[in-house]
C-alpha cells in the first residue's frame, strides 16, 4: 500500500529506515492515528492540532504547516486502494544522525513518515454486551499527554488484557484511575459522566473531546476530575474510548459486573449520537 516518506508516496515495502533514526534508537517521536471512514477523516484538525503541540514541547521542527499534514493525510486516504474504513498512522522523529548520542543532534531534518491500513471496527457484540477489562498498576513515566513512539506501557497493559481474555486494561496511579492501554476511562454515575483530568497523567484523546462535544449537546452532565479506581467498583456505568475502539462499555471489570452488567442508557445516547458524527 502507498506509505509516506520524507516528502515523497511510495509503496511501504520501499521506505527504508536508518538504524541511526531517533525513533529507532531512544523512541524519540511521536505518532498520531487518525481515522476514515468510507474515504472522509473524521477530526483530522484536531488530530494535527495534538500532533503539532506535541511537536512543539519536544522541540522537534519539520517546517510543517496544519495544511501540509492535512494534504499528506488527504492524499494517503484518497490513495490507499482501501475499501470502507482505515485508519492513517503518522510518524515523526528526530531524524537520523550519524551517531548515536542522546542529548538533540544539530543539523538533523525530522523523519516523517506515514501509512494506512484498513480499520476494523469495533465488533457488534461489543456494543451489545460490552466487554472486559482488568485493572493494573500505572507503571509508565510522568509525561503521558505526549503521544509518544515509547510505548512499552502500553504494550505491556494490553498484554496483560490479552492474556487475561479481556479487551482493555484500566490504570491505576496512586489509587486513582489514569486511562486504559490506549483508551480514555469514562464513568457515569447518577447521570453524570467523570473523565480523568486532562494533565500528564494522561494523552487527551480526540475521541474524548467528541464525547465532551457530544455530552454538552445532549445536556448530559460532563466533569473532568481525579476518579479514584474505588468508583470503578460503584459506578452505573464505565467506557473506554479512542479512535479505534470508538465508544465501548465495559460491562465486567476484575471480574466483577459493573452496574446492571449491560451497556448503560447515558452509553446509549453518547454512542448514537457518536455514530452520527461519524455520519453513519
Ligand atoms: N490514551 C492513550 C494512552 C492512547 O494511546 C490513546 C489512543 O491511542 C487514547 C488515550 C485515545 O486517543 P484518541 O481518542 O485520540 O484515539
Known sequence: TISYWNGRYLPLDQVQVSPLDRGFLFADGLYEVTAAYNGRLFEAEAHI???????????IDTGMSAG???????????????????TVYLQ???????????GFPAG?????????????????????????ALTMPDIRWGRCDLKTIALL????????ATDAGVVDAIQIRDGFVTEGAATNV????????????????????????????????AGVPFVERDVRAIELASADEVWIASTTKEITPVTTI???????????PVWGRIAALFAESQGR
Open 92 to 102: 515523526v522523529t528526530r531524524g537520523a544522525p550519524t551517531t548515536r548520542a542522546h
Open 49 to 59: 492540532a495534538r500532533l503539532q503541540r506535541g511537536l512543539a514541547a519536544l522541540r
Open 186 to 217: 469514562f464513568v457515569v454515575k447518577d447521570g453524570t459522566i467523570a473523565t480523568p483530568v486532562a494533565d500528564h497523567r494522561i494523552l487527551v484523546g480526540i475521541t474524548r473531546q467528541v464525547i465532551q462535544r457530544l455530552a454538552a449537546t
Open 153 to 160: 506501557g502500553s504494550v505491556l497493559a494490553q498484554q496483560a
Open 108 to 132: 538533523v531534518t525530522p523523519t516523517v513518515f506515514g501509512m494506512v491500513s484498513p480499520l476494523k471496527r469495533p465488533a457488534a457484540a461489543w456494543r451489545e454486551q460490552g466487554v472486559a
Open 254 to 264: 476484575d471480574g466483577r459486573p459493573v452496574g446492571t452488567g449491560t451497556p448503560g
Open 68 to 86: 501540509d499534514w492535512l494534504g499528506i493525510l488527504e492524499r494517503l486516504t484518497a490513495e490507499s486502494g482501501i475499501d470502507g474504513d482505515l
